[in-house]
């Protein structure tokens, strides 16, 4: 029997790139709740038209998550039912969500999160790479923090996962290369789930020689092994 929705804040991922990534539940969910709070109204409106769900959107974005926090909580104390979603992939995970959730939290207000689709977790499923473990690091900062993390990032081992703009891909790779001691594997997963998916699989040292011929276009997730062999 399919689930009543409550007064409640679910999280519902939506597609990295191919609109068919949806779960039943996450359509269900999503025509059922009273309100979806969303990053742009544009880009999930899309979406609803695509799976013909007509339930209200109120925007919810990095710039307004702390007036909406609130405004969205007294929403769910009335009785109403709040679906979260970002742009891609999950909420929170590397988008906007989290001043929401820790207030439902702190509220005793219940958070239900369906599971689907995630950038990092579909690249590193399909990378090769050793993936018993690894550390996700989200957005390579760029400009504040950024020597910080690239040298962090040296002294870790393992499996690393990042993620990184389209336009700074390339200097991320020269950083790295600068910076490095001894040379290890690269894989940049792009455009994932789209019409031009591409795993490039490298060392950081070729891929240098390689740059001007790689396509960096499109949206990427890194993975560096640095597993000790
Ligand atoms: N919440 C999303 C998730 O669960 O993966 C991530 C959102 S974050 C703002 C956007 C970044 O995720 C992009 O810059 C890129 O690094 C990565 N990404 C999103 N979609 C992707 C795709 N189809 N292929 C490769 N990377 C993608």
Not at 6 to 19: F, Q, R, S, W
Not at 57 to 80: C, P, R
Not at 163 to 174: G, I
């Amino acid at each position: 029997m399919a689930e009543e929705v409550k007064p409640a804040l679910y999280i519902v991922p939506t597609p990295i790139g191919n609109m068919d990534d949806m779960t039943f539940r996450a359509i269900r969910i999503l025509k059922s709740v009273n309100v979806i709070a969303c990053e742009d109204t544009r880009v999930t409106g899309k979406l609803l038209f695509y799976y013909k769900i007509n339930t209200p959107m109120i925007s919810y974005h990095e710039h307004n998550e702390a007036q909406k926090t609130d405004f969205l909580v007294n929403e769910i104390f009335s009785g109403k039912s709040v679906a979260l979603v970002s742009d891609a992939g999950t909420p929170l995970i590397s988008d906007p969500g989290f001043p929401l959730v820790r207030k439902c939290r702190e509220e005793g207000i219940d958070v239900i999160a369906l599971p689907g689709a995630s950038a990092f977790v579909t690249a590193i499923s399909a990378s090769g790479f050793p993936s018993h473990q690894f550390k996700f690091l989200g957005f390579v900062p760029n400009t504040k923090g950024r020597k910080k993390f690239m040298e962090a990032l040296l002294q870790e081992t393992g499996t690393l996962v990042m993620y990184e703009s389209p336009n700074r891909v390339k200097r991320f790779l020269k950083d790295l290369n600068k910076m490095k001691e001894e040379d290890f594997k690269i894989c940049l997963a792009r455009e994932l789930t789209k019409k031009f998916e591409e795993y490039i699989f490298d060392t950081i040292e070729n891929i240098q020689t390689r740059l001007n011929d790689l396509t960096l276009k499109g949206e990427f997730v890194i993975i560096v092994d640095m597993n000790k062999k």
